[in-house]
């Protein structure tokens, strides 16, 4: 048996983390001494290790998720989850991809192509004020139809569009985006996209290699003979 001190301890946390994630559902309850102090077993160990592996692989949010169905007897939902985080890596390297094909292939601007913001809301699947939240950021700049005084994206905008799209699934904030653009339009092309593009690539490995460790902690913890599975 441990006290909260001592799994805190084991893991560089606090005490308080470690009640936090209990009373979040993320490790199983733990017994209370007769005076009411909790005790923690070597399953809850395991349990708070399990968590920690699953975070780089699948982010905080899903980490719990997933934890949370495991100790609530879901093992379905919680492979689920596992699938969900593998797909949208999955579908992320295809993107990356995409976007190296795309930027391959791109041609100069045809001016005389020209869209609304609607029609480049439903083209790329978003909201029209993404859109908007995109140009206050300096990342599309629309021009304006004289007559009716709506935005007007030109090819060019619907590159960078793309590109930013593209870039925001990659997790990419805002003003990192900005300033790859930016690079582009002042150099004249996309070679300054080609280093964002490896980090990417780096990322999508790092995140790979930590789902490999995050399944076998699972795997063992899953095996614990207190589950019966």
């Given amino acids: 048996m441990s006290r909260p001190i001592d799994l805190a301890r084991q ?6 983390a470690v009640r936090n ?4 559902g993320i490790l199983p309850p733990a017994d209370r001494t007769p005076s009411g102090y909790r005790t923690y077993t070597p399953l809850h160990a395991k349990a708070l290790g399990t968590f920690l592996a699953l975070i780089p692989a699948h982010g905080y949010q899903a980490a719990t998720a997933i934890m949370r169905a495991v100790n609530g007897g879901e093992v379905d939902r919680a492979l689920a989850l596992v699938d969900d985080s593998h797909d949208q890596l999955r579908k992320d390297r295809q993107t990356l991809v995409a976007v190296r094909n795309a930027l391959e292939d791109l041609t100069p601007p045809d001016e005389s192509d020209a869209e609304t913001i609607g029609a480049l809301a439903h083209q790329l699947r978003v909201r029209p004020a993404t859109l908007r939240k995109w140009e206050q950021a300096g990342l599309v700049r629309p021009g304006r139809d004289p007559k009716t005084g709506y935005r007007v994206y030109s090819a060019a905008d619907v590159r960078d569009a793309e590109l ?6 990659g997790g990419y904030l805002l003003n990192q ?22 980090d990417w690539r780096d990322q999508h490995i790092r995140r790979g290699r930590a789902m490999l460790a995050a399944a076998a902690e ?12």
Avoid: C, K, M
């Fill in 11 to 16: 893991y560089g946390l606090s005490t308080q």
């Fill in 218 to 229: 699972l795997g063992a913890y899953l095996g614990h003979a207190s589950f019966n599975f």
């Fill in 164 to 169: 930013t799209h593209q870039l925001r699934r």
């Fill in 21 to 24: 994630y209990e009373e979040a």
């Fill in 177 to 198: 985006i900005a300033g790859v653009l930016d690079q582009v339009r002042a150099a004249g092309g996309v070679e300054p996209l080609q280093a964002v593009l490896d």
